[in-house]
């Protein structure tokens, strides 16, 4: 990729690297793309229409809702109810809120059940207040939508979720998240695929506090410390690298997954490339 085109969005640096210059009326259309993402998602965002949950009780948002939520409907599932888009709630109980005050405001809540939701098309039905968070899927499924609009060989960037529509298989190092100088394995991403990856220590703003979140307690999870997934789902890898922080009972069929615990062991199914922890 000899072209870099690098920008800000949804709160974190993208970058997508093609052979030639993005043209303008692309880089509007993906920017507008995102936007559009962001206005209906982010938690952080007053205007966002997620924000209505917090009142309502049946929001409609939008076209994108049946694919993003669909995910959620497995992960929920293969985690007995560890990974949940309502964790939103708990995280700014704990202080991830939106100013980023990074104070608790108490101990850990309840998390509203996802299996008493409902999807009626584009319209989520909850029987309760919520605050959606739909961060263990997002950024990943967003690239994966990036990358589709590029119309040349491209590698989305989206601060650790990358999509691969290179050409060519690309070799992703695995950081280790005591010292970011350091690889614990590196894999192989084909064309074609994803790589997702998320820690604790990414958005940690306490010794015991983290956004990685056990829908079932409320709490931070404490066994894993990272986790990193691939395939050709860019959606489905972002929340298998998440669901991976809470179960080793996951399907590898077309996906690999690997997550390192506190003690520095990695447990990896179907990595593809080498490891040296």
Request: glycine share 10%.
């Amino acid at each position: 990729m000899t072209s870099e085109w690098r920008f800000d969005a949804i709160g974190t640096p993208w970058s997508i690297g093609t052979p030639d210059p993005i043209a303008s009326g692309q880089r509007t259309a993906i920017t507008d793309r995102i936007e559009t993402f962001d206005r209906t998602w982010s938690r952080f965002r007053a205007d966002a229409t997620v924000q209505r949950l917090r009142t309502e009780r049946s929001v409609d948002l939008g076209p994108d809702a049946p694919a993003i939520l669909a995910i959620y409907d497995r992960l929920f599932t293969l985690t007995a109810g560890s990974v949940s888009p309502l964790v939103g709630g708990a995280l700014e109980q704990l202080g991830y809120g939106a100013g980023y005050r990074l104070t608790p405001q108490g101990g850990p809540v309840r998390v509203p059940s996802w299996a008493d939701c409902e999807l009626d098309g584009t319209v989520l039905r909850v029987p309760e207040p919520v605050v959606l968070d739909i961060g263990a899927v997002g950024k990943g499924w967003l690239a994966g939508q990036v990358a589709a609009m590029v119309d040349q060989p491209c590698v989305v960037d989206a601060s650790g979720d990358l999509v691969n529509r290179s050409g060519r298989t690309l070799r992703v190092a695995l950081e280790d998240p005591d010292d970011p100088t350091l690889a614990i394995a590196v894999a192989e991403v084909p064309d074609g695929q994803a790589i997702c990856g998320s820690a604790s220590n990414r958005r940690r703003w306490a010794d015991d506090l983290h956004h990685v979140l056990d829908a079932r307690s409320g709490r931070p999870t404490r066994e894993v410390v990272a986790a990193w997934a691939g395939g050709p789902d860019a959606g489905w890898a972002d929340g298998l690298a998440s669901a991976a922080f809470f179960t080793a009972d996951l399907p590898v069929a077309g996906h690999w997954w690997a997550a390192l615990d506190r003690d520095h062991r990695l447990v990896a199914r179907g990595l593809p490339g080498e490891v040296f922890a």
